[in-house]
């Protein structure tokens, strides 16, 4: 008995030394990913441990983002990590007029470069319908704050002089009106108020540079209509120019933090 399992053994070892010897004819990728262009071609030498190898596999399905931050945002990103938020993160295109993909991120490097100030993210993308490329240059926009019900408005409208951060309004006559603001997060254009309006305010947009106190505004609906001041309005000394107004709208704002990234 111990003789037959002894003469198993060995049948078991050299199966397994065959099976290893029969792997050694096929090539195998380590992992799934794109390939690039052959590193060799048929007829080439080749041997064991060449750094070249015979083609590079890069992974990109997921595929990570580096990108950095100012120094000055890091508390922002920080808090709702630390807290186990999922912070989302979008990766646009160069001119940032397309989004390219939608994930999370994922991690932070433990220093400050001294050099920029800045501190690296790592962030994931899912990737399945392979829109990132490795060693692209994109646009990464991080959501790490959400105002519910934010009063935004557009950046243009607002002013900055001696007085701080302020607005023309446009009051139910029709006329020009100067509000202090204190401003919150901006992107894109709109420009979140902390305090000083309330959703339905009408701000100024164009021709401020002509505008005073107690001047009349004409208003430019949404659809394209024009509505010309009150007759009589602003008759006082100094004439009156007419300005287009805006409107302020009302909804959740979320803030950004980090940009550009390969």
């Known amino acids: 008995l111990r003789l037959a399992r002894r003469h198993a053994t060995e049948n078991w070892a050299a199966a397994d030394d065959a099976r290893r010897q029969l792997a050694y004819t096929r090539i195998e990728a380590p992992i799934a990913g794109r390939l690039g262009l052959r590193q060799v071609d048929v007829g080439n030498l080749i041997r064991p441990g060449d750094a070249g190898g015979l083609v590079v596999i890069t992974q990109t399905q997921p595929i990570n983002v580096m990108f950095t931050i100012p120094e000055m945002d890091l508390q922002k990103v920080l808090e709702p990590l630390r807290a186990g938020q999922a912070l989302p993160v979008e990766a646009w295109d160069r001119s940032e007029q397309l989004r390219l993909a939608a994930g999370q991120l994922r991690t932070v490097d433990n220093q400050i470069d001294l050099a920029t100030g800045t501190l690296r993210l790592k962030a994931?993308?899912?990737?399945?319908?392979?829109?990132?490329?490795?060693?692209?240059?994109?646009?990464?926009?991080?959501?790490?704050?959400?105002?519910?019900?934010?009063?935004?408005?557009?950046?243009?409208?607002?002013?900055?002089?001696?007085?701080?951060?302020?607005?023309?309004?446009?009051?139910?006559?029709?006329?020009?009106?100067?509000?202090?603001?204190?401003?919150g997060p901006s992107d894109e254009g709109v420009q979140s108020v902390a305090k000083g309006l309330v959703?339905?305010?009408?701000?100024?947009?164009?021709?401020?540079?002509?505008?005073?106190?107690?001047?009349?505004?004409?208003?430019?609906?949404?659809?394209?209509?024009?509505?010309?001041?009150?007759?009589?309005?602003?008759?006082?000394?100094?004439?009156?120019?007419?300005?287009?107004?805006?409107?302020?709208?009302?909804?959740?704002?979320?803030?950004?933090?980090?940009?550009?990234?390969t």
């Open 199 to 261: 959703a339905g305010d009408k701000v100024v947009l164009e021709g401020v540079d002509r505008l005073r106190e107690g001047r009349p505004v004409t208003q430019v609906n949404p659809d394209g209509t024009v509505v010309a001041p009150p007759a009589g309005a602003g008759s006082g000394p100094g004439g009156a120019a007419p300005d287009k107004g805006g409107k302020g709208g009302k909804g959740g704002k979320g803030e950004k933090s980090g940009k550009k990234s």
């Open 124 to 183: 994931e993308f899912p990737n399945d319908d392979e829109r990132l490329f490795p060693n692209q240059f994109v646009n990464i926009r991080l959501r790490v704050r959400t105002i519910p019900d934010a009063v935004v408005i557009p950046s243009a409208a607002v002013q900055y002089g001696s007085r701080g951060t302020y607005v023309f309004l446009v009051n139910e006559q029709g006329l020009a009106t100067v509000r202090d603001i204190e401003l």
